[in-house]
């Protein structure tokens, strides 16, 4: 073989080595996932390359309306008791087996039953689903579910291969087979996740990436320096103390979206020997009083995140844009606490060791000290405040909910009275009525109405304070191409080029 | 005391070693506050997944119910499977226990590279300039925070030179020389904490043995200084710090756990951190057992050698 042809083969294989590797996109993620599985995935992480290979129902839209993906739309009948769903016709899943309405029977059916399953108690509502003809699902309710359209553009609305589901069975997340633009190759535990573009996927001709490799780096410094040194084309949850640094870098991009959830104080109101101490709704009060949100964002988080004390951020349509932020009230504050006969109050605060809590806390409680009162910043890990919480050993606990798109997936399980992470056991009868009802209308309007309604007892009641909204912050390099960020902070590669 | 007798004798400490081992790392664990159903219950915490989960795991059962449960699947050879993500621990361990292996032997490579020869110019050149500088790079290797030195490292390497990748790992089994250029820097992050320790262990020994009787004896025949310190003062110096390497290199198997993180490597270390967060108790277990084997047996391999060449202790 000649020299020339050695060297013109030489540089084609770089050529298109350097065409193969760019179509590989490279994420870093904040952690490894659990369970590769929808019905059984509890973390964030796995959330997010979740949605990479498997399709759902129905997606948001950066301003959070419910559209189809795999469905192509809904209806409500039967006095708002059954959600008809029309899917697309001819959907496959990247295993080829068909993706039809019996599928998503199958889907719904094993959310439901399968022992251990975290989706069951957001299809709680949901009595029988019934496969009508190829295309259309009958989903029968005992009452009837706005939230059902929000819940279904997440992970219950994930569908998985029926054929690959029977045979794995509570391991389908060792080689699990969905219908999205991507399709699983391998996973090394702590290491890679490797996804390659699904041919069968209905909008395939959308999809330029050919490979996606996700490697979870816990440090956020370490993330941002593996996305400078192009190990990286995307990163996600950047922190906010580096975004400055990353607007500043020409090879770098920032995209932001409003975060749906909240960061709070929940009170200890009625759980436990405990639940005496801040009893008293002016104690509460005066802690609300006490705080400078505005300060607060300011100095812990460099003004990137936005003060607020409602349980939904100003990118939701329920956000109440007439309520202001409330101001910062020493003297009445004081007032509050000598009137309810404690003015010199001292409890103690769970926070987590993370650095996105410890400073704010400390911040907190400069600012308590003002008002005479005397917080404890008591550093307890993730897993252990839980517990305390749970068993109600707690005054007051630090904490952040990630949010959901329909308001009641901020809201139910913290004030219903056998709310999920009702720690507070706080329990108003009108609350709960409030709450159902809102549940019950499917028309925003009329929810919001309801909601309304809720928001004021949230922000009057304070079994939690709201203290700020997060931004979601995915920087990527300047080749990515085409990256929106959506206030659930998932990474969707559909129309995004390299 | 023959070496079989030696042999015999430390064979028979290790079980009951190993047993005390996973006695006290699954006591330990089950006093570490926090419901593991909980934490593996997802953001809202349904009282009917948690419940679930404590009876499918048998955290409901006394404690030492489940230890021996767990003792009687593991001599059994079934160490169970990761509560978070059900790959059996033995995959796992099987998984990260070559990477960790691998991040060791370069480590200790560099660490004996650097430190030998650095103890020997501390001990030769004691009272000159460049004795006090070997000194000061061996303190400086046991001083600087790993945490440090690593993003240091990625910053200039990685983000200003783009020489080197800043994270991740390659099996060698798939690109060798990717394998290796991903190994420079955490190999050189944790072998120069290792290389500080055997530079002072080497200093010491050398100093012990250059000021002996017999090497007086092979200066005064007129061998030169580098023979001296070559042929006759090293061979002895080295015996303690073969012993202390082997230790070293025990500890580096128990898992880097900072440069793990740092560099992203999926070993021992990373996979312990996130197991005692998720109290992933099954992969505590099997972790800290095997890792409490393997540091046992190379000891035992240390002791043995130790016996082998030194006949002083054949009695």
Redesign the interface.
């Known amino acids: 073989m000649s020299l020339r042809r050695v060297f013109f083969g030489a540089c084609l294989s770089i050529l298109f080595g350097q065409a193969a590797m760019a179509q590989t996109m490279r994420v870093g993620i904040n952690d490894d996932p659990d369970q590769l599985d929808p019905a059984l995935s509890r973390a964030f992480s796995a959330r997010l390359v979740l949605s990479t290979f498997c399709g759902k129902l129905f997606d948001i839209t950066p301003d959070l309306r419910v559209v189809p993906q795999l469905a192509t739309g809904f209806e409500w009948t039967n006095d708002n008791k059954t959600m008809v769903i029309k899917l697309r016709p001819g959907l496959k899943f990247d295993d080829g087996e068909p993706l039809d309405a019996e599928a998503v029977k199958y889907n719904f059916d094993r959310n439901i039953n399968l022992p251990g399953s975290l989706r069951k108690s957001e299809l709680l509502g949901v009595t029988t689903v019934d496969a009508v003809d190829p295309v259309t699902v009958h989903v029968n309710l005992k009452e009837p579910q706005a939230p059902l359209p929000s819940v279904l553009a997440d992970r219950a609305g994930m569908m998985i291969s029926p054929k690959a589901g029977k045979a794995l069975g509570q391991n389908f997340g060792s080689g699990p087979s969905c219908a999205g633009p991507f399709k699983f190759v391998s996973r090394v535990a702590q290491a890679r996740i490797i996804f390659e573009k699904n041919p069968n996927y209905f909008e395939a001709d959308k999809v330029s990436i050919q490979r996606v490799e996700f490697t979870p780096v816990i440090d956020t410094t370490v993330r941002l320096a593996n996305l400078q040194s192009g190990q990286f084309d995307l990163i996600e949850r950047v922190s906010p103390t580096d975004v400055e640094q990353i607007k500043k870098d020409s090879r770098l991009k920032l995209t932001v979206a409003p975060d749906l959830g909240f960061a709070y104080l929940q009170f200890n109101v009625n759980n436990g020997p405990r639940g005496k101490l801040l009893a008293d709704p002016r104690l509460r009060e005066a802690i609300d009083l006490s705080i400078d949100r505005e300060a607060l964002v300011k100095v812990a988080f460099q003004n990137t995140f936005i003060a607020g004390n409602q349980f939904v951020g100003p990118a939701s349509y329920y956000f109440m844009k007439d309520v202001p932020v409330p101001k910062r009230d020493v003297a009445k504050a004081r007032a509050l606490l000598k009137e309810a006969g404690v003015p010199n109050l001292s409890f103690k605060l769970i926070v987590r060791p993370d650095r996105d809590f410890q400073v704010p806390a400390q911040v907190i409680q400069a600012m308590l000290k003002e008002s005479g009162i005397d917080m404890i910043v008591d550093t307890q890990e993730n897993v252990t405040g839980l517990n305390n919480g749970a068993k109600g050993d707690f005054d007051a606990l630090f904490s952040f909910w990630s949010g959901r798109v329909d308001p009641d997936g901020n809201i139910g399980h913290y004030m219903l009275c056998d709310g999920s992470a009702n720690s507070s056991k706080y329990c108003d009868p009108e609350a709960d009525k409030l709450l159902v009802q809102a549940r019950q209308k499917v028309e925003p309007a009329d929810r919001k109405a309801f909601y309304d309604q809720i928001g004021r007892k949230f922000m009057k009641d304070r079994p939690l304070i709201s203290l700020w909204y997060r931004q979601l912050f995915i920087a990527h390099t300047a080749k990515v191409q085409g990256f929106v960020a959506y206030p659930d902070g998932l990474v969707r590669l559909v129309g995004v080029k390299m | 005391m023959n070496l079989l007798f030696f042999t015999l004798r430390r064979v028979g400490i290790i079980l009951p070693t190993l047993l005390l081992v996973s006695v006290m790392v699954f006591l330990l664990q089950h006093l570490?506050?926090?419901?593991?159903a909980?934490?593996?219950?997802?953001?809202?915490?349904?009282?009917?997944?948690v419940e679930?989960?404590r009876e499918?795991y048998g955290f409901n059962r006394p404690v030492l119910v489940q230890y021996g449960m767990w003792l009687g699947g593991v001599l059994q050879g079934d160490f169970g499977s990761?509560y978070?993500?059900?790959?059996t621990v033995l995959e796992?361990i099987a998984?990260?226990l070559p990477v960790t292996l691998e991040l060791a032997i370069f480590s200790m490579l560099i660490a004996l590279a650097i430190g030998v020869p650095l103890g020997i110019i501390a001990a030769t050149r004691k009272d000159s300039p460049i004795g006090l500088i070997a000194n000061l790079i061996a303190l400086s290797g046991i001083s600087l925070p790993h945490f440090w030195l690593g993003?240091m490292m990625?910053?200039i390497f990685?983000?200003n030179l783009?020489w080197l990748?800043?994270?991740?790992?390659v099996p060698i089994t798939e690109d060798w020389k990717q394998n290796l250029t991903s190994l420079i820097m955490p190999s050189f992050v944790l072998g120069s904490g290792v290389a500080g320790v055997i530079t002072r262990h080497t200093r010491g020994a050398m100093l012990q043995v250059l000021s002996s009787d017999y090497v007086r004896t092979a200066r005064a025949k007129g061998l030169t200084e580098r023979v001296v310190v070559n042929k006759h003062a090293l061979r002895n110096a080295l015996m303690p710090v073969i012993t202390l390497s082997t230790i070293e290199f025990g500890r580096l198997l128990s898992g880097a756990v900072l440069t793990e993180?740092?560099?992203?490597i999926?070993g021992f270390g990373?996979?312990i951190v996130?197991a005692v967060?998720?109290?992933d108790y099954q992969v505590i277990q099997g972790v800290v057992l095997v890792a409490a084997t393997l540091y046992i047996l190379l000891n035992f391999v240390a002791d043995i050698l130790y016996y082998a060449v030194n006949p002083r202790l054949r009695g």
């Open positions: 570490l506050p926090g419901d593991p909980i934490a593996l219950s997802g953001d809202e915490h349904d009282p009917a997944v679930h989960l499918k990761s978070r993500n059900k790959i796992l998984t990260k993003i990625i910053l990685s983000v783009g990748p800043s994270s991740g790992f993180q740092i560099f992203s999926p990373k996979l996130d967060f998720n109290r």
